[in-house]
């Protein structure tokens, strides 16, 4: 998206150049491909991200104990329970440990329902224009003007809590910046060559959208759906604190819910109410950065950190 | 020597996973009123030495050479004395005006900076002097553009603006990069009666850099043609459209519509790849066995210097 | 131009319609009875006074009639009662809300002019070691959740250093008891309002300072410093004029949270209690007071950008 810079283009010649970094730079073999590749992810996000789905696939391996078991409440870190126990008595290791699946899940799954979303929305408008357009994309910017946290507060006052109602809600309310990229990125498309000449051919539109746009539309949608869900997480864990999170699912959001009205802040049991607001900060930063990995260039990425909550 | 502009073995080249040369050994001077033409296709590294004088080119250029401006080099100057000449006696207009003024600030507040920044003038004198420009250049109701911005007006317009705001201190050295470039032929000749007025007036001398030649030839006193990053030749105006020596010369003057239209051969060179031996060697006309293996220097001779062997 | 100006107000009006609805709609479909979504669970009434209340409240008449009546109570400027705190909702949101416009407007202020201040540096210089650290340590805040943050703040600077104190908007009513009662949370607001702020400017400078207006700044004899604050950050900050106006629902959220944790008396406070009381008067009566407020920033953002930008009010 990053426009040629325009200084440059006034000097014709060093546009000629290229830029020189690039184009001089010898055939690469396969192996180095992959380690360039690896390279445009940062790093230490990759390694961040692994490490918390490994904790959400096999809780059982990591975990000391079972998150319900209860033993003596209020205990501060010790050999036995690496970060004390809570109010109950269970060990907030393993809590933490088990709440990562809970996190993560509800994080992935609002984020698929609002790719949807996003991305028929998207679609459609871009594809036929018009007053399919006109309509869908005012309706978009319709339901951008609410405010998303009040509104899946007052929701949630209402339902009983549950993590799908959460997941259902959060996922039908953070769509509208996808639409809005995939619409852009869709009318380009639909003037390209290829796009055109299956027109030709005859092909349906549904046939031609699914076949020739949306694949090319991946590297657009991938970053929105890692930035979705990172934000989803967020918005799962503010939502937690008020008291609206499904409190049978023990999620980070939940523990340092129960932290603060619980009695772990007041006591200045660190071990308590740190671990949890940590996981939540870099598990949503390991996922930030993997968005900003897939995005193709990563001068322009960081500003879509801002879309994140 | 008291040149205004003494420019001499200048280089220019770019870092990177392979550095590449884009003007090589250029020399010149233009002194006191004088107006030099730089001209040559598109590509050739105009811009480029235009940029370097100014020591606007980003920070991976490697400039070599000297480049002595009133007797003080350029080169060695800090940034901060540079900012002190840029734009009061060393100014240019770009190509591209449209683009050149900033979007967000009135042509008023845009054409008053140099006088603020350099003369500290208050308003109402920077006014009245943004007034005048404006007028000069053929506006009729100058006070309706102190609150006009770029994005309202055509390109003439924006071009004409840009040249009221790098002319508005008088600079003694004024660098215009392709000044007609997308401007219509009443608006030329407007553009041309200004850069002519100041050389009179102001004395200030004139950089030209075109490919549009008629305008050159009615205002540069000097030619110096430039391909693929080297001057081929150099020449007064008059001696050089009499009888242009070198073979791209007078390939250049052949492609003008009143000489019949012909064009040159073959494409332009990219700057990071010259031929070897005569970098006009492909395209030539007079093309030797010598031209592939040898690089013709600039020889001087009878007022004028040509870069081939068929002159030596 | 004047296609998108209608266009705009069009779309502002149906997002007004669509609050108001969801506001009327919400109590009326969610499961369980109206009247006790109208008036709050947890709050003891006998069955008489319900049936009361269900006739008073129109919930037996068709729903067209109750929305114009919805419609007319609205303009009256009633939202309801709240049985929980025995007084109307609008009264109660009236109390709460200056506060917390007061502590939103000061820390949304002083977040974009830090986060443009350090943005537009970190943008002009991004290889300095200093614009590193700062990108780093904005993209880490922009990704913890605002109440965890304040929760840190207030357990480090309160409680443990003892340097401010830990609830309430004062304790006496001068300048400087609620000036050193909101010091930590409108920082922590501000810094999160910065966070936003930093990352979209730092973007927009790496971008606007290749154009060739910038350049020309640099040709003209302007000096580093005054190519970037004169030229640069005006077209560059932009964007953030719209940003600040979307961002106003997420900071409003925000300040929620963090008003909880400083048990401040406002909105933020108004509402958790709300929720555990289940007052959903209080919350309906809330979220159009909120929803509201976001809409007038996004307009008020739109006539903001039209004085700022001469290409959006380009004459004929």
Not at chain 3, 78 to 100: M, N
Not at chain 3, 126 to 151: D, M, N, Q, V, W
Not at chain 3, 180 to 190: D, R, T
Request: charged share 20%; glycine share 8%.
């Amino acid at each position: 998206m990053q426009k040629e810079s325009r200084a440059y283009k006034e000097l014709g010649v060093q546009r000629n150049l290229g830029l020189p970094k690039e184009s001089y730079t010898l055939k690469e073999s396969g192996l180095q491909k992959f380690g360039k590749i690896f390279k445009t992810f940062n790093r230490g996000g990759l390694l961040l991200f692994f490490f918390f789905f490994f904790l959400a696939l096999f809780p059982s391996l990591f975990a000391p104990y079972s998150p319900s078991e209860r033993f003596i409440p209020y205990e501060a870190p010790s050999e036995a329970h690496l970060l004390g126990t809570n109010d109950i008595g269970n060990d907030i290791l393993s809590e933490l440990v088990y709440g990562t699946r809970i996190s993560l899940m509800v994080g992935f799954a609002s984020a698929c329902i609002s790719t949807v979303i996003g991305l028929s929305i998207g679609l459609l408008a871009g594809y036929f224009r018009g007053w399919t357009a006109e309509v869908l994309m005012g309706f978009t910017d319709v339901v951008l003007l609410l405010p998303k946290l009040p509104l899946i507060i007052i929701l949630g006052a209402f339902l009983r809590p549950s993590v799908w109602i959460l997941i259902l809600v959060l996922g039908l309310l953070s769509w509208e910046s996808l639409a809005r990229i995939v619409r852009a990125k869709t009318l380009q498309l639909r003037e390209s060559g290829y796009v055109k000449s299956a027109q030709c051919i005859g092909f349906s539109s549904f046939h031609i959208m699914c076949t020739d746009i949306i694949p090319n539309l991946v590297h657009v949608i991938l970053p929105k759906f890692m930035l979705a869900t990172a934000s989803a997480m967020i918005s799962e864990a503010s939502l937690s604190f008020l008291g609206l999170g499904d409190p049978s699912l023990k999620s980070w959001g939940i523990m340092l819910s129960f932290a603060f009205s619980r009695g772990g802040f007041i006591r200045d049991m660190w071990w308590w109410y740190l671990p949890p607001g940590l996981c939540i900060t870099f598990c949503v930063l390991a996922v930030a950065l993997l968005g900003f990995g897939f995005e193709p260039k990563t001068g322009v990425a960081k500003k879509e950190v801002v879309k994140l909550q | 020597m008291n040149s205004l502009l003494d420019v001499k073995k200048l280089k220019v080249g770019f870092e990177g996973a392979k550095p590449v040369n884009v003007i090589s050994e250029v020399s010149f001077s233009i002194q006191k009123g004088e107006n030099l033409a730089l001209v040559g296709e598109s590509g050739c590294g105009k811009s480029i030495i235009a940029h370097a004088i100014l020591r606007l080119l980003a920070p991976e250029a490697r400039i070599e050479g000297s480049i002595l401006f009133k007797g003080r080099e350029l080169l060695k100057l800090s940034e901060k004395e540079m900012a002190k000449l840029r734009g009061n006696e060393l100014a240019i207009i770009f190509q591209n005006a449209s683009h050149a003024l900033n979007p967000v600030y009135s042509i008023g507040r845009q054409l008053a900076e140099p006088l603020r920044i350099h003369q500290k003038s208050g308003k109402t004198d920077a006014t009245k002097k943004v007034l005048k420009a404006l007028a000069q250049l053929g506006f009729s109701s100058p006070e309706k553009y102190l609150k006009f911005y770029p994005s309202w007006g055509s390109g003439g317009m924006n071009q004409r603006f840009l040249i009221a705001s790098s002319t508005i201190l008088e600079p003694e050295l004024l660098i215009a990069d392709e000044p007609s470039k997308g401007l219509d032929p009443a608006r030329i000749k407007e553009v041309e009666r200004e850069l002519w007025v100041l050389g009179k007036e102001a004395k200030s001398s004139l950089l030209l850099i075109s490919h549009d030649l008629g305008f050159v030839r009615r205002l540069a006193d000097k030619i110096a043609v430039l391909y693929s990053g080297e001057i081929v030749e150099l020449a007064k105006t008059s001696v050089f459209f009499k009888q242009p020596r070198h073979p791209y010369s007078q390939g250049l003057l052949g492609s003008l519509p009143e000489n019949g239209f012909v064009p040159i051969p073959g494409l332009a060179p990219a700057l990071c790849e010259s031929p070897s031996g005569c970098r006009f060697h492909p395209r030539c006309p007079f093309q030797k066995e010598k031209c592939l293996r040898e690089h013709p220097e600039l020889k001087a001779r009878e007022e004028r210097a040509v870069r081939c062997f068929l002159w030596a | 131009m004047i296609s998108t100006a209608v266009k705009k107000t069009f779309r502002y009006l149906s997002s007004f319609a669509l609050i108001v609805s969801l506001n009327f709609a919400l109590p009326r479909l969610m499961p369980g009875d109206p009247v006790k979504n109208l008036i709050g669970e947890d709050v003891y009434v006998s069955d008489l006074v319900i049936e009361e209340l269900r006739a008073e409240l129109g919930l037996n008449r068709p729903l067209l009639e109750q929305f114009l009546a919805y419609i007319q109570a609205l303009l009256r400027f009633d939202l309801g009662y709240s049985y929980h705190l025995h007084s109307p909702v609008a009264e109660v949101l009236q109390e709460r809300i200056g506060w917390t416009l007061l502590f939103v407007g000061v820390s949304v202020g002083l977040g974009a002019g830090l986060g443009v201040f350090l943005g537009a540096y970190a943008g002009w210089k991004p290889e300095t070691k200093l614009s590193r650290g700062l990108s780093c340590g904005f993209i880490l805040l922009s990704c913890t959740p605002p109440y965890f943050l304040a929760l840190l703040f207030l357990g480090i600077f309160a409680f443990k250093l003892g340097l401010f104190p830990f609830k309430g908007f004062y304790d006496t009513l001068t300048l400087g008891s609620i000036a050193s009662h909101l010091f930590l949370p409108v920082s922590v607001l501000a810094l999160f309002s910065a966070s936003r702020n930093f990352l979209i400017l730092r973007g927009s400078v790496i971008q606007e300072k290749e154009e060739l207006y910038a350049l020309y700044a640099r040709a003209k004899g302007l000096y580093e410093r005054e190519i970037l604050f004169r030229h640069v950050v005006k077209n560059a900050s932009l964007p953030i004029i719209t940003l600040l106006a979307l961002d106003f629902g997420f900071l409003f959220s925000g300040a929620l949270f963090i008003e909880i944790v400083f048990s401040l008396n406002g909105m933020g406070t108004l509402i958790y209690d709300a929720i555990i009381g289940k007052d959903y008067p209080v919350l309906q009566g809330a979220f159009l007071l909120i929803a509201l407020a976001v809409l007038i920033a996004n307009i008020l953002a739109d006539f903001l950008y039209a004085v700022v930008d001469p290409r959006v009010r380009r004459p004929a």
